[in-house]
Each structure stands twice: as structure tokens, then as C-alpha cells.
């Protein structure tokens, strides 16, 4: 069975900086591509960063290239963002997901398997 759980959210101040995790199991980091995304409120789903399987290829939405690192420890089976330079405009849920796939698809819808979230909230 599949799980992603994420953990790590917080209030935090703007230009400051929180770590994400992502605890995942019944899968490999060989097989399947994880993603983060972020929902605001009365804004929809959007998609933050993703890291591909194997190689592990990252790739960020425009709004935090340069500021938003993904990566993962295949140990410890968890896959991070790293979010620096918060900004009141980062405040969401942040979830990660699977496409079950080895690439990473662009669209929430695409992702199968999500987490239960977690709350950031940058203040000004």
C-alpha cells in the first residue's frame, strides 16, 4: 500500500525558512516520481516541485525557482522541500504525491496517491 505522510509545517516569518518532509512507504524512489504541491485558500491545487524517479530530475513551478529546493534520502524513504525566503504568499497546505509514474506529470489531477497535508503560514 501506498502512503506519503508530510510533516514539518509551520507559522513562520516572511524571509525566514521551514523544511517539509515527507515520510513515504510501498514504493521506491526508483519507480515513481513525488511531487509538492501547495491550495490556498479559495485558490486551487498547484504544483510546487517534483523530483523524477531514478536519476532524480527536479523541476519548479516559476514562483519558487531559487528558493524551493526538492530533494530526497532513499534511506530514510522521504522526500523534502526545502522553502527559503518565504513569503506571506507561500501560505498554503503543502502536500506530496505520486503519479505512480517515472516522470513527473504536470497537473494535480495526475497524481494518484496524496498526503493528508500540511499547514504553512508565512507571515508579514
Known amino acids: 500500500e501506498v502512503q506519503l505522510v508530510e510533516s514539518g509545517g509551520a507559522l513562520v516569518q516572511a524571509g525566514g525558512s521551514l523544511r517539509l518532509s515527507c515520510a513515504t512507504s510501498?514504493?521506491?524512489?526508483?519507480?515513481?516520481?513525488v511531487g509538492w504541491f501547495r491550495q490556498a485558500p479559495g485558490k486551487e491545487r498547484e504544483g510546487v516541485a517534483c523530483?523524477?524517479?531514478?536519476?532524480?530530475?527536479?523541476y519548479y513551478a516559476d514562483s519558487v525557482k531559487g528558493r524551493f529546493t526538492i530533494s530526497r534520502d532513499k534511506a530514510k524513504n522521504t522526500v523534502y522541500l526545502q522553502m527559503n525566503s518565504l513569503r506571506p504568499e507561500d501560505t498554503a497546505v503543502y502536500y506530496c504525491?505520486?503519479?505512480?509514474?517515472?516522470?513527473?506529470?504536470?497537473?494535480?489531477?495526475?497524481?494518484?496517491?496524496w498526503g493528508q497535508g500540511t499547514q504553512v503560514t508565512v507571515s508579514a
Open positions: 504525491a505520486t503519479d505512480r509514474l517515472t516522470f513527473c506529470r504536470t497537473r494535480p489531477p495526475e497524481y494518484v496517491e
Open positions: 523530483i523524477s524517479s531514478g536519476h532524480g530530475d527536479t
Open positions: 510501498g514504493f521506491s524512489y526508483d519507480d515513481y516520481a
